[in-house]
């Protein structure tokens, strides 16, 4: 069965619905592993996700990627990085949110969001909320 969609011109299809669908479709899938073809390695585990996904992410990783000898299943070794912050990373490259739940992975989590060349866009408040509560726990 051939289903065939056609806009007229000049109409507006939001997509926004849709993206968080298929975001979170991919999140759901990364949870389960399925389809998962890279094993992220921490010091202390190892964390399953899609090589397109992190590819489309970080520069880093697509340039790990892209000169990986295994074609079909990746390895991404991590070396000074906690399973925990490595999966908070995650989380953040499939739904774009940020969940810490202890105060000093937020520092951790921060800087290798940096090392990995992913994109982190901060609003003011965020910012100076967080640049409060480092400062008040004494975090330089």
């Known amino acids: 069965m051939v289903v065939v969609i056609w806009f007229m011109s000049g109409e507006n299809v939001d997509s926004a619905a849709s993206m968080q669908e298929l975001t979170a479709n991919l ?3 990364q949870k ?7 094993v ?5 585990g190892q964390v399953k996700a ?8 970080s520069p880093v990783f697509k340039q ?4 990986s000898d295994q074609p079909l299943q990746h390895t991404v070794v991590l ?8 999966s908070i990373i995650i989380q953040f490259v499939y739904t774009g949110k940020i ?4 105060d000093g992975n937020l520092v951790k989590v921060i800087d290798a969001i ?5 994109k982190l866009h901060l609003n003011r408040y965020f910012f100076f909320s967080k640049l409060c509560i480092l400062s008040f726990c004494k975090i330089n």
């Open 40 to 44: 992220i390695v921490a010091d202390d």
């Open 32 to 38: 389960s592993g399925y389809l998962c073809d890279t």
């Open 99 to 102: 969940t810490v739940t202890k």
């Open 114 to 118: 940096g090392k990995l060349g992913i």
């Open 64 to 67: 790990i990627l892209k000169n």
């Open 50 to 57: 899609h090589s397109v996904v992190l590819a489309a992410a």
């Open 27 to 29: 999140f759901e899938f």
């Open 79 to 86: 070396p000074g990085m906690q399973v925990v912050v490595v």
